[in-house]
């Protein structure tokens, strides 16, 4: 089974707008981390931001903000006032203790293109 | 301060070849993972590292891929013989902790490996 899902392959936004990238995750352990990760087309993987399963409060980086949903699972990236320079892939991924090791899983995925 | 250092950044070798991929995690760092992407198996956990000792190694494909951790500083990622199937970029990610949820991982540029 999937633990971490992104259901939008492609997402397309106009330049100044807000854009919400979905991810939900399956796990049955308590205590877990989840991160959002931009990789641009140079290829790069960048940690943009985290969200611990007892966090209270939605995590927040600049214009990155984490809408953490822990009853339905879902931990969507919100991005405000898009730019150009946004335009990349975008990974959601958590770590849990399934396996007794924190083990990070990744998702497939979300292309974000950026219109101006 | 370095980031995670890799490389080469590029490897294009002919099917057979021994291939060596190297890493350096970003100093005071605990654990380094590989990871291997591709567009059809997206992004997929090779090997984790924990304190320079294999913590899980489920991810490596088969007998063809070995992985060593001589010292905290310094890790290598091994095909020998080497096929065109294994043509995809190779990242390394070190992180600080001992793998709890919290502990955020942090990429290197990749080896974009290429097999003829």
């Known amino acids: 089974a999937q633990k971490i899902t992104q259901t939008q392959p492609g997402m397309f936004v106009q330049e100044k707008e807000a854009v919400t990238l979905d991810c939900t995750y399956d796990t049955s352990d308590q205590s877990y981390g989840l991160f959002w990760y931009k990789q641009p087309s140079s290829g790069e993987m960048i940690f943009l931001i985290y969200q611990g399963s007892y966090d209270e409060q939605n995590a927040t980086e600049g214009r990155y903000s984490l809408n953490f949903q822990k009853a339905r699972k879902s931990a969507n990236l919100v991005i405000s006032a898009s730019q150009l320079g946004d335009s990349a892939m975008y990974f959601c991924a958590m770590r849990d203790p399934s396996g007794g090791s924190y083990i990070p899983t990744f998702g497939r995925g979300t292309s974000l293109i950026v219109h101006p | 301060d370095a980031g995670v250092i890799q490389s080469p950044r590029h490897e294009v070798t002919e099917m057979g070849q021994e291939v060596t991929l190297r890493c350096k995690p970003i100093s005071g760092h605990n654990s380094l993972f590989w990871y291997r992407q591709t567009m059809m198996r997206g992004l997929e956990l090779l090997i984790y590292?924990?304190?320079?000792?294999?913590?899980?190694d489920s991810g490596m494909p088969e007998d063809r891929f070995s992985a060593k951790m001589p010292n905290a500083s310094f890790s290598t990622l091994k095909i020998q013989p080497s096929e065109p199937r294994d043509s995809a970029v190779y990242f390394c990610?070190?992180?600080?902790?001992?793998?709890?949820?919290?502990?955020?991982?942090?990429f290197g540029p990749g080896t974009r490996l290429t097999v003829l």
């Open positions: 590292f924990n304190n320079n000792v294999p913590i899980d």
């Open positions: 990610a070190s992180s600080l902790g001992a793998g709890g949820p919290v502990d955020t991982q942090y």
